[in-house]
């Protein structure tokens, strides 16, 4: 790791330049940074500068949505790109040029190699599921968002992205299959911003694999509609 990604990681003399009245990290830094999480098994994605969306024209997708002002497009666009990146991955050579030059925020896949990350709203939420789950939460990266955690994790099965339920209450949601998650050193445009955990970065340590949601106390959805799917037998099919 050079002394510019360490500095990075340890959230110090951060390598930043301004562009206009916010502040981004240098290109040329962050493709390497997005290179070096992809040999990782992480896979980065380029999103808007202050914001949180998908940037398609620096992955080279004609962004309609953003022609047509139709946010049905917007929410196929960022699921269907996601879920087909997540099994079509990116190289090196598709990574360096989608950040080659980019001056926005960055997000990270999930789904890739069974990643699934827990994206807690809140302190709150996810302080009271760390209580019951302190050796995972040790052992696996973890990143601090502007209101809440970002946990990742990889599942022996297939997940996908859905709502995060603790006991009786919606902490956040599960970002898998079909979804992304704003990373570090990403930087909103309140100034807000995300970084890893001291030693809980992903070039510290490995994520820990679950069984899924259950073996965490989680589920995707209400307790009760969790009981009422069943009952209905529904979320399963028939093969042809």
Not at 37 to 46: M, S, T, V
Request: one cysteine or more; glycine letters at 10%.
């Amino acid at each position: 790791m050079n002394c510019l990604t360490t500095a990075l990681l340890a959230n110090e003399d951060r390598p930043w330049v301004r562009y206009g009245l916010s502040w981004r990290m240098q290109p040329e830094v962050l493709t390497d940074y997005a290179l070096r999480l992809r040999e990782r098994g992480y896979i980065c994605l380029p999103l808007r500068a202050g914001g949180k969306h998908l940037d398609l024209a620096a992955m080279e997708y004609d962004p309609l949505h953003l022609q047509t002002l139709r946010k049905d497009l917007k929410e196929l666009a960022f699921n269907s790109i996601t879920f087909q990146l997540a099994q079509k991955p990116p190289d090196g050579s598709d990574i360096a040029s989608w950040f080659r030059g980019f001056a926005g925020n960055v997000g990270i896949l999930g789904g890739f190699s069974n990643l699934m990350i827990l994206d807690f709203d809140d302190d709150a939420g996810y302080r009271a599921w760390r209580a019951d789950h302190e050796a995972i939460a040790n052992g696996t990266p973890i990143a601090k968002s502007p209101s809440g955690f970002h946990v990742y994790l990889r599942t022996r099965e297939p997940m996908v992205s859905s709502s995060l339920h603790f006991g009786l209450r919606r902490v956040g949601h599960v970002k898998a299959l079909g979804g992304y998650v704003v990373g570090s050193p990403s930087v909103l445009r309140d100034g807000s911003s995300y970084r890893w955990l001291e030693n809980q970065s992903p070039f510290d340590i490995e994520p820990q694999f679950v069984d899924g949601l259950g073996s965490l106390s989680l589920r995707p959805v209400s307790l009760l509609k969790h009981h009422y799917d069943r009952l209905l037998k529904r979320g399963f099919f028939e093969r042809q």
